[in-house]
């Protein structure tokens, strides 16, 4: 059962970067879509990034897009999520997540069978 710990999270000033961590253990992520996702407070969680098992196609959300660049280590078996020039509206719990199934594209949550706990980010302005 594959397991995911982000790491990363933090407070910073509106314009500051952050960079998250997602490491997973007891399986791999290698030939899995891995994807960041996060809710604020009183809203439904929602789609960041996503890479594809091979980190050649990459996904953003419009709202991130240009800002946040997400990547992957497969030997290190951890993904990551760069964020630069972040606004107050970034604040949110963000979490990582393993596709269920090899191979596939994730398209919508609910491709995702494994996620981690989170990590918070506040952006202060």
């Known amino acids: 059962q594959v397991q995911l710990v982000e790491s990363g999270g933090g407070l910073v000033q509106a314009g500051g970067s952050l960079r998250l961590s997602c490491a997973a253990s007891g399986g791999t992520i290698s030939s899995y879509t891995m994807g960041w996702f996060r809710q604020a407070p009183g809203k439904e969680r929602e789609f960041v990034a996503r890479?594809?098992?091979?980190?050649?196609?990459?996904d953003y959300a419009d709202s991130v897009k240009g800002r946040f660049t997400i990547s992957r280590d497969n030997a290190k078996n951890t993904m990551y999520l760069q964020m630069n020039s972040l606004k107050p509206e970034d604040t949110a719990v963000y979490s990582c997540?393993?596709?269920?199934?090899?191979?596939?594209?994730?398209?919508?949550?609910?491709?995702?069978?494994?996620w981690g706990q989170g990590t918070q980010v506040t952006v202060s302005s």
């Open positions: 997540a393993r596709s269920s199934f090899t191979y596939t594209a994730a398209s919508s949550p609910g491709s995702y069978g494994y």
């Open positions: 890479i594809s098992w091979s980190g050649n196609r990459l």
